[in-house]
């Protein structure tokens, strides 16, 4: 998987909209970008990805800069249960080897 | 099923004695993955598999560790000899093998050897 950057934490409160940021200067052309989400005491969940265009689902939007070199996951309105960590992967489309390698994230912390 | 089921959902074991975690994933999932988190870490990637190709045993960390998959469906996670440090949420995920659906996770095995 190619590198992908994120902050350790970030705070917000409850009932806010929350920008999660991911750095990936080094995407290729088919790579994909997938989220995914660890709430406290659970497995990790699938979040939302995308390739080019930004992807809206029930749970999140994700916004892929123009160069494709960053992405934003956005959460329209955080409640306490969106505590989590967040992960930012690469996943390349042409690879036969598609195992996913976790970074640290992104711990997101909500205030009520 | 609907989802990723793994059991036992705690196990306690002794020092030295033998583990079997066991993974029965999604129905049509040919692929298979198994992680560990040990308390406040990170993902570790241990072993994936996807359909009859030899798996990818890369993240296993030391060959007191093995795992099979009967039948391109449920899977075993067999730890021998345990050790203290091999405590840690062991999670299984499978995958359709598609970059257009994400991995779904289990709930995951809590072992802990004493």
């Known amino acids: 998987d190619a590198k992908t950057t994120q902050p350790n934490s970030m705070e917000s409160n409850e009932e806010e909209p929350v920008h999660l940021p991911c750095n990936h200067s080094?995407?290729?052309?088919?790579?994909?970008i997938h989220w995914y989400r660890q709430l406290p005491s659970q497995g990790p969940e699938y979040v939302i990805h995308?390739?080019?265009s930004n992807v809206n689902n029930r749970m999140a939007s994700l916004a892929i800069a123009e160069d494709r070199k960053s992405s934003t996951l956005i959460l329209h309105r955080a409640t306490l249960r969106d505590a989590a960590v967040y992960y930012c992967?690469?996943?390349?489309?042409?690879?036969?080897?598609?195992?996913?390698?976790f970074g640290k994230g992104t711990r997101l912390h909500i205030l009520p | 099923g609907a989802g990723v089921s793994q059991s036992p959902s705690n196990k306690v074991t002794e020092k030295g004695k033998d583990v079997e975690l066991r993974c029965d994933p999604i129905?049509?999932?040919?692929?298979l993955y198994w992680y560990r988190q040990s308390l406040g870490q990170g993902l570790e990637f241990l072993i994936y598999?996807?359909?009859?190709?030899?798996?990818?045993k890369s993240g296993l960390p030391s060959d007191r560790f093995s795992a099979e998959r009967t039948g391109g469906s449920v899977s075993t996670l067999t730890i021998q000899r345990t050790q203290q440090e091999d405590s840690a949420v062991y999670l299984c995920?499978?995958?359709?093998?598609?970059?257009?659906?994400?991995?779904?996770f289990g709930s995951g095995t809590r072992l802990t050897v004493v």
């Open positions: 995308g390739l080019t």
């Open positions: 995920a499978s995958n359709r093998q598609s970059l257009r659906y994400g991995y779904t």
């Open positions: 992967i690469l996943r390349d489309v042409r690879s036969g080897d598609d195992k996913i390698i």
């Open positions: 080094t995407i290729s052309g088919t790579d994909y």
């Open positions: 129905s049509g999932h040919t692929a």
């Open positions: 598999f996807q359909g009859n190709s030899a798996p990818d």
